[in-house]
C-alpha cells in the first residue's frame, strides 16, 4: 500500500529528532539531566562553566553531538546516493558499497591519512578530496568492466564490482599494513567506526554532503525521465551523456565526503531506496529527499544500536547495517534472478 510522500516525511523527521536525543543521550558514560541542563544553561549565558561540569561538557559537545550530527549526515548521502545510482543505472543492486564507491573513497581516505598532512583546513580536506577522486575512478573501472565483461544485466555489475572491491580492499589492508600511524584505529575505521572528534570534520563535509545532495535531487526529473529508456530520454530532449556525468559525480561526492570521516557503511544505499520505492513509488523527486530522510533515520538507529547492544563497549556501526542488510541483499538478489528491472 503507497503511503503519503509528506506524512512519510514528518514521520522520519520526528524518528530522526528522537534517534538524535537518543545518540546524544546514550554512551558508555551516563550523563544526567540536571548536568545536561546546567550546561546548557552556561553555554547560553555565557557563563564560565564549573571546573566539575568540564568533563560533561567535552563528552556532550566535542564527542556525542558532533558524533550524532555525522551519523545524520552519512546516513542522507549514502541512501542518497544510493538512490540516484540506481535511478541512473536502472539496476536495484547499484549501491555505492556494492559497486565499489566506498572501498574506492576508503583508499582514499586511508592514503590521505597516512600522509602528515600540514595541520591547517587544507590540510584536513584532503581525506575527502583523494576519497572522491579514488571513489570516482572506481565506479568508472566497474562499470567499463561491466560492460566488457559480456555478461548482461545485473551480474555483469555484481561480478565487476565484487572484483573491483576485492582488489581495492587488498590494496588499503597493504597499505594500511606499511603505515606506521594507528594501524588499529584505521581497521575500527574500515569497520565503519566513527573517527569524528570536534567540529572541524562536520564543517568540512558539510559543504560536500549538501552540494551533492541538492545536485542529486536537481536531476531527479531527468532520472524519472531515464526509467523510460536513453533513447526515449533523448527523443524527449534529455542530454543522457550530461545526466549521466551529473548524477555520477554528485552521488560520488556525496558518499566520498561522508566516507572520509565515518567510515566504510554498506547497504545503507542499498536498502533504504528499495523501501522508500515500496512505500511512496519510484518518482524520484520524492524518493531522493525521502531517501535522505530514511537513511539519516536509520544510520542514527544503528549508531545507537552499536553503543548499547555490547555496552559499555561500542561495536562499530558498519557491522550493524552489514547484519542489516545482508539478508536484505540476499531477498533482492533472489526476487530479481534471472531478469532484468528496468525501471
Known amino acids: ?3 503519503s510522500a509528506s506524512r512519510l ?3 522520519l523527521l520526528i524518528g530522526i529528532f528522537v534517534m538524535s536525543i537518543a545518540g546524544i543521550w546514550v554512551g558508555s558514560v551516563p550523563l544526567g539531566i540536571s548536568q545536561v541542563w546546567d550546561i546548557l544553561k552556561y553555554r547560553i549565558t555565557g557563563g564560565a562553566l564549573p571546573a566539575e561540569l568540564a568533563g560533561t561538557d567535552r563528552i556532550l559537545f566535542v564527542l556525542r553531538i558532533p558524533r550524532t550530527i555525522m551519523m545524520l549526515l552519512t546516513g542522507a548521502a549514502l541512501a542518497c546516493s544510493g538512490a540516484s545510482y540506481q535511478g541512473l543505472f536502472r539496476n536495484p543492486l547499484a549501491d555505492p558499497y556494492l559497486i565499489g ?7 582514499g581516505a586511508v592514503i590521505a591519512m597516512s600522509v602528515q598532512w600540514p595541520y591547517t583546513k587544507w590540510g584536513t580536506m584532503m581525506t575527502p578530496i583523494l576519497a572522491f577522486v579514488v571513489s570516482l575512478l572506481t565506479v568508472w573501472v566497474v562499470f567499463k568492466l561491466g560492460k566488457v565483461s ?10 565487476s564490482g ?4 576485492s582488489f581495492i580492499t587488498a590494496v588499503t589492508s597493504v597499505w594500511m599494513l606499511f603505515s606506521h600511524r594507528e594501524l588499529r584505529t584505521s581497521f575500527s575505521w574500515m569497520l565503519g567506526g566513527m573517527t569524528v572528534n570536534g567540529w572541524e ?5 558539510i559543504p560536500f554532503i549538501l552540494i551533492g545532495i541538492i545536485g542529486q ?6 532520472l524519472n525521465v531515464l526509467q523510460f529508456g536513453e533513447e526515449q530520454a533523448a527523443n524527449l530532449g534529455i542530454s543522457v551523456h550530461k545526466t549521466r556525468i551529473g548524477i555520477v559525480f554528485f552521488a560520488t561526492l556525496t558518499t566520498a565526503a561522508a566516507i572520509s570521516f565515518s567510515g566504510v557503511i554498506g547497504f545503507v544505499g542499498l536498502i533504504i531506496p528499495h523501501v522508500i520505492r515500496i512505500l511512496t513509488g519510484g518518482d524520484y523527486r520524492k524518493l531522493i529527499p525521502l531517501s535522505a530522510l530514511g537513511g539519516a533515520f536509520f544510520l542514527l538507529l544503528a549508531d545507537v544500536i552499536a553503543r548499547v547492544i555490547i555496552a559499555p563497549q561500542e561495536l562499530p556501526v558498519g557491522i550493524i547495517t552489514a547484519i542489516a542488510g545482508a539478508p536484505f541483499f540476499l531477498w533482492l538478489l533472489n526476487r530479481n534472478t534471472g531478469r532484468e528491472i528496468e525501471r
Open 1 to 3: 500500500m503507497r503511503r
Open 9 to 11: 516525511g514528518i514521520f
Open 101 to 107: 564507491v566506498s572501498t574506492g573513497a576508503s583508499l
Open 150 to 159: 559480456g555478461i548482461t544485466g545485473n551480474t555483469g555489475l555484481i561480478l
Open 162 to 165: 565484487v572484483a573491483v572491491n
Open 201 to 205: 570534520p562536520i564543517k568540512i563535509v
Open 217 to 222: 535531487f536537481l536531476l531527479s526529473h531527468r
